[in-house]
């Protein structure tokens, strides 16, 4: 069943361990009424807001855990919230975008911009359902040791990574991708892998979410002073961190 801002009746609560706190932001009251109604439903505690400002200023005063984002916001987008929640250093909510924009250039767009997920309407609430589980099993995960490789350490299941002495702000993704490179200490990943790595549900956009992701994450460690090589495509593979610069 597509939904259309209506909740449907045929939806299982299934609720996740403990009070996941989620953030709608919907600029139509009478779908984030009815979003609000279906994430009650599931179990979840639920703050709204109608526009990219309010989005801001809520996050800015409490933590999330997942926040549901439109694009099409007034005030300011939902690619600019994206953008500045990730530009934080302090706490950072997982992200999933729920829009009707639903072409490859548009999930590429969103990605790029630190989403974890996307969603297009009109959606399955089931799926949805599913992918909001697969994201936030994503912040259960328990903290593990720091991973390392060369000047890189990353503690598992975080996305802050230390450079050296340089903190860098990763997005979910990104962090996620790196971890199963330092993982794999210089052995390649394919592109199956890292996606299956990072994956939030079905794969909408393929390999370019890879791309993307890995893309961005290039540029920040080469701007914190790492060798532009340090993350070496495998040509016909996939990816792995350079063997050269584990020193």
């Known amino acids: ?130 992918r909001i589980r697969a994201l936030l099993r994503r912040s259960d995960r328990p903290l593990h040791p720091v991973l390392v490789w060369g000047p890189l350490q990353l503690t598992a299941g975080q996305s802050r990574l230390r450079v050296g002495e340089i903190w860098l702000d990763l997005t979910r993704k990104e962090a996620l991708l790196l971890e199963s490179l330092l993982r794999a200490q210089g052995q390649s990943c394919s592109k199956s892998q890292l996606l299956e790595a990072s994956s939030s549900g079905p794969r909408e956009v393929g390999e370019d979410t890879v791309k993307a992701h890995m893309r961005n994450l290039r540029s920040k460690l080469t701007a914190a002073g790492c060798p532009p090589d340090l993350i070496e495509t495998v040509y016909g593979l996939g990816y792995r961190l350079n063997p050269c610069h584990i020193a």
């Not at 801002?5 to 989620?22: F, I, Q, S």
């Open 1 to 130: 069943m597509n939904f259309r801002g209506r909740v449907p009746v045929v939806v299982e609560r299934a609720p996740p361990g403990g009070m996941m706190r989620l953030l709608v932001v919907e600029d139509d009251p009478e779908l984030r009424g009815a979003l609000l109604q279906l994430l009650d439903r599931w179990g979840y505690a639920t703050e709204a807001a109608a526009d990219g400002p309010s989005a801001l200023a809520l996050t800015a005063s409490q933590n999330f855990d997942l926040v549901l984002l439109d694009v099409a916001l007034p005030g300011c987008d939902g690619l600019e919230v994206c953008r500045r929640l990730r530009g934080r250093s302090a706490w950072q909510p997982l992200i999933l975008m729920l829009t009707a924009r639903d072409t490859s250039a548009d999930k590429v767009q969103g990605l790029d911009h630190g989403a974890d997920d996307y969603v297009v309407k009109p959606f399955d609430p089931v799926v949805l359902q599913a």
